[in-house]
């Protein structure tokens, strides 16, 4: 069984609608973290969770915001979609005492019409 | 302003050659260096990490140069299985708790037959 899991792993929903991604984790990691991957881009934090009652934005977390609902569930929420968040999203989790090596979900593949 | 820059790709290499790909990074108080590699449309998978004095995994030879803000990656005897994408990520977090992983856009290898 897959350490990170992610749903859906794909959705293609219609601008303005609300989308909410879920990654769960079975590693017992603390370090949860919310990534997108753009062509020629690579790849770019969303928002990032040192432990549940840890929140921090990261590069690009303009129309996304997050939950931590416990400590193996990290859950990614579009408010209102754009066609520009288009993209494929993954989840990671760390062990900062594992030099923070990033595991990472199989991704999500979101289409904004 | 690119933070951790990759040499363009793709590389097309025959089987058994030597590819060495190389990787800047701006932030000359980085902490942390790895190599990942992503198959198309997987997850990215640690390869290895970086160490000051360099290391070697069977084929792979990764390489820091602190001085020129540079890391390296070298594959002897490609195989087919080594087509892949490459990313080069730095942590450019300084001080206990920080984080800030940061990914190359990374570097297209197809090795041919």
């Known amino acids: 069984d897959a350490d990170v899991t992610q749903t859906p792993r794909n959705r293609i929903t219609k601008t303005g609608k609300r989308i909410m991604l879920e990654c769960s984790q079975t590693?017992?990691?603390?370090?949860m973290y919310w990534y997108r991957q753009d062509p020629g881009l690579g790849l770019r934090l969303i928002y990032y969770s040192f432990d549940v009652k840890d929140i921090n934005k990261g590069e690009i977390s303009d129309g996304y915001s997050v939950s931590r609902q416990a400590q193996a569930k990290f859950s990614l929420s579009l408010e209102s979609a754009i066609p520009n968040q288009t993209a494929l999203y993954f989840c990671?989790?760390?062990?900062?005492?594992?030099?923070?090596?990033?595991?990472f979900g199989p991704g999500t593949r979101l289409t904004v019409l | 302003r690119k933070e951790v820059e990759q040499d363009p790709g793709p590389f097309n290499v025959p089987e058994g050659a030597t590819v060495a790909f190389n990787c800047t990074y701006s932030?000359?108080?980085?902490?942390?260096f790895f190599w990942y590699r992503q198959d198309c449309r997987k997850e990215p998978k640690l390869l290895m990490s970086?160490?000051?004095s360099g290391n070697e995994d069977g084929r792979f030879t990764a390489q820091l140069n602190r001085a020129s803000q540079y890391i390296s990656l070298l594959i002897r005897d490609s195989k087919l299985s080594d087509s892949a994408t490459y990313l080069c990520v730095v942590n450019m977090g300084s001080g206990a708790g920080s984080y800030q992983l940061t990914f190359g856009k990374g570097t297209k290898l197809s090795v041919i037959p």
């Open positions: 990671a989790t760390s062990d900062p005492g594992g030099a923070d090596t990033q595991y």
């Open positions: 590693k017992g990691h603390d370090r």
């Open positions: 970086v160490y000051s």
């Open positions: 932030n000359s108080a980085s902490q942390s």
